[in-house]
């Protein structure tokens, strides 16, 4: 009988490529020739489909890693997506409207710019999926469908586990959880506390485990914890830690190692510090932004004010946690001399990759309400930019031409291979080990471990300087095993800046040789 059986519905689930190459994207490895990868595994279609009932039969396709099906025959087409990725949800959207099929569009960029994506879909889903998905799917099951559905601030034992099943796990340098949602912190010009709440919302410490058990099961070794602001709440922080830590101890085949986003206040406790070490937290992205402490007050970015930035992040590598820095620049206190000050203050910190990017003013946030009744928001790029060297902002003390000449120094010149591998050997004389690094830790999948190392190896192509750069840092990076696998990510990911910056015209590696962006023009 089960084999006569028939699915009553189909939904086929997209997370479209991005519009553009991006520092958090891997377009490097098939630009080698190499297989596709993903670098975080896409937790939003994985979790989507978990809300989907039984008797619907779901296919998932990250495009980063496979094509699209342009020909599939699902009865329903769900697309998410975040501003960098809008371009191309539209593109697909218009493709499968033209071919009858019921498009349904959801995600951060859906739910904060809906004006946006309206013409392109069927059906918009705006806001959390979990509270609305049984109403949703019970509306699609019968053909009868609202035009829109408004999903709440969920709570998030009301989370399903991912469909990891449905993922093609092989392909993702990364597997992806989330512990929470939310953000206490006010910054200008962020939508994260517009799309989830200022109110920090915390999943079941039990569920999280459940969770890591299957991304264990399907064979990743290192996890993203892609929360807002992971030490936001201290107790808890510490509680999930603790359990983390444990979890970890006791897995058979090696432990996990993890990457998170936090504020750079985390630093203020060493029992935090602690216990993400333990726990196997060995890399952190911090929003840094700027040594400029009036841009930091203007932007509401307290957490940042008042301290010795260098000092703090020095701290993370003295547990043996690694810290990759956002950087913007582009404030209204910013005048010309900002990109000079952000040079100097990033060749004084042990940070090897910094994502450097221009301020943007996404729609939702302050900061754009703010600038749009200044008359400061340029019309034709309202929506945000596809690339870290637009914005749709006009700058207050200086033009946007001199914004974007000062970028394009700061850029070249902070990846430049002689002063990118200043960092990097920066980095590794003051990078310790993190505790219990000597416990087995689990080896990734050996293609994927064999196509990272063929994109750092040909870092040595780029050119001399580069080859130079290479052979002047590898070297103290083999003096322990753990070490050696963060340099080997470093590499692999300066590969991928570098290809973003050629493939956007943005690298001029002359533009290094000047100890000074030449503004005078502007």
């Known amino acids: 009988m ?69 020909n599939h025959p699902a009865d329903y087409v769900g697309l998410t997506g975040k ?74 034992r009301q989370s399903p586990i991912p469909r990891w099943d449905l993922y093609p796990n092989h392909s993702a340098l990364s597997g992806c959880v989330q512990t929470s949602r939310g953000c206490p912190f006010e910054c200008e010009f962020c939508d994260v506390i517009q799309y989830a709440g200022r109110r920090q919302r915390h999943k079941p410490v039990d569920q999280i485990l459940v969770e890591l058990d299957s991304l264990y099961q399907h064979g ?50 060493d029992e935090i510090l602690q216990l993400c070490a333990e ?60 990109f000079e000050r952000q040079y100097q203050f990033a060749m004084n910190t042990p940070i ?26 340029v019309a034709d790029i309202e929506f945000g930019a596809n690339t870290p060297w637009e914005t749709n902002i006009i700058p207050k003390q200086m033009s946007r031409q001199t914004l974007f000449a000062g970028l394009r120094w700061l850029g070249n010149r902070l990846y430049h291979p002689t002063t990118f591998g200043q960092r990097v050997r920066q980095f590794l ?28 190896q040909n870092v040595t192509r780029l050119g001399s300087a580069e080859a130079q750069m290479f052979l002047n840092t590898a070297p103290a990076a083999m003096k322990h095993p753990v070490v050696q696998g963060v340099f080997f990510n470093i590499m692999a990911q300066y590969h991928q800046i570098r290809y973003m910056y050629q493939q956007g015209g943005f690298w001029e590696p002359q533009l290094a040789e000047l100890n000074a962006p030449d503004l005078s023009r502007f």
């Open 2 to 70: 089960r084999n006569n059986y028939k699915m009553s519905k189909s939904i086929y689930l997209i997370n479209p490529r991005a519009d553009f190459p991006s520092y958090y994207s891997a377009e490097i490895y098939t630009h080698f020739g190499l297989s596709p990868v993903a670098y975080t595994a896409d937790l939003a279609i994985a979790t989507v489909a978990a809300l989907v009932p039984a008797d619907f039969e779901v296919t998932l396709c990250d495009e980063q890693i496979t094509p699209v099906n342009l």
């Open 83 to 156: 501003s960098s990725q809008v371009g191309r949800m539209i593109e697909l959207a218009q493709h499968f409207q033209q071919r009858g099929k019921t498009v349904i569009i959801g995600g951060p960029f859906a739910s904060l710019s809906p004006e946006v994506v309206r013409p392109y879909c069927d059906i918009l889903v705006r806001g959390e999926s979990e509270t609305i998905a049984p109403q949703l799917f019970a509306n699609l099951e019968a053909g009868r469908w609202q035009a829109e559905y408004m999903g709440a601030w969920s709570d998030l």
């Open 220 to 269: 990743y070794s290192l996890v993203f914890i892609a929360d807002d602001n992971f030490t936001a709440s201290r107790r808890r922080a510490k509680e999930l830690l603790i359990a983390l830590r444990s979890w970890n101890n006791r897995q058979p085949d090696g432990r996990l190692t993890f990457i998170t986003q936090l504020s750079i206040d985390a630093a203020h406790e």
């Open 279 to 338: 726990a196997g937290i060995y890399y952190v992205l911090i929003g840094i932004e700027t040594p400029n402490e009036d841009s930091l007050r203007e932007s509401k970015k307290r957490q940042n004010l008042g301290i010795n930035l260098t000092g703090q992040i020095q701290r993370f590598l003295d547990y043996g946690i690694g810290v990759m820095g956002g950087m913007m620049v582009g404030f209204d206190a910013d005048g010309p001399d900002i």
């Open 352 to 377: 090897p990759i910094f994502m450097l990017g221009a301020l943007t003013a996404p729609p939702s946030t302050p900061l754009y309400q703010r600038l749009r009744q200044d008359n400061r928001i």
């Open 429 to 456: 004389d003051s990078y310790q080990p993190p505790p219990f690094s000597d416990r087995p830790h689990r080896k990734p999948n050996q293609q994927l471990a064999l196509q990272i190392m063929k994109v750092t």
